[in-house]
């Protein structure tokens, strides 16, 4: 089986703050914890996860702590880096298998459907100032993103959708479950 999700943000103090309505934890030990049960609950030792991005992040999250977190999450995993995640060497270093600034990909459907994707971090530019920055601009794949934490969990008319832990119950989407969504929007 194969999951994505991104934007766990763990050790982060102050997106207990921003992502409240989607974190109600007191302190970030907490959400920490939650956040590794969630995963586990749904991820075996065998999966596979593509992690999309900002794992970790602020002054707590060493990369000791960011590596111990990684090595208690079930499945193999690779990441297509995010905004707060260190240079690739890093995240190999944290114990990541792969590390891609963008990876394309087919998901594949309960029912045999068939979805070319691509995965970034970053959803789709919306302006020209955005696609200087790097950001995806549209080619008629769907995108499976992060970054934009619970403002929305898909856009048929973008083509997007995204896979922070806020809009999938602080928990990995499973492939099968994003291929039904996809074929559920168009």
């Not at 970054?147 to 008319?157: A, F, K, S, T």
């Amino acid at each position: 089986m194969r999951f994505f999700t991104s934007d766990h943000h763990f050790y982060h103090h102050n997106i207990l703050k921003y992502e409240a309505d989607h974190r109600p934890f007191s302190r970030v030990e907490e959400m920490n914890e939650a956040l590794i049960e969630r995963w586990n609950a749904r991820v075996g030792a065998g999966d596979e996860v593509v992690y999309v991005g900002d794992f970790a992040f602020g002054r707590d999250a060493t990369p000791e702590r960011a590596r111990a977190i990684l090595g208690r999450l079930n499945g193999r995993k690779s990441l297509v880096r995010g905004n707060h995640d260190p240079r690739p060497e890093r995240c190999l270093e944290l114990g990541f298998e792969r590390v891609d600034a963008e990876r394309a990909l087919t998901l594949e459907g309960a029912r045999g459907e068939r979805v070319e994707a691509r995965v970034c971090h970053y959803p789709f530019a919306d302006s020209e100032e955005e696609v200087a920055r790097g950001r995806p601009t549209p080619d008629g794949r769907w995108l499976v993103h992060g970054h934009v934490h619970g403002l929305w969990r898909v856009r048929p008319e973008r083509l997007m959708v995204n896979v922070s832990v806020e809009v999938w119950g602080l928990a990995p989407a499973s492939e099968l479950e994003i291929v039904e969504l996809i074929s559920a929007s168009v």
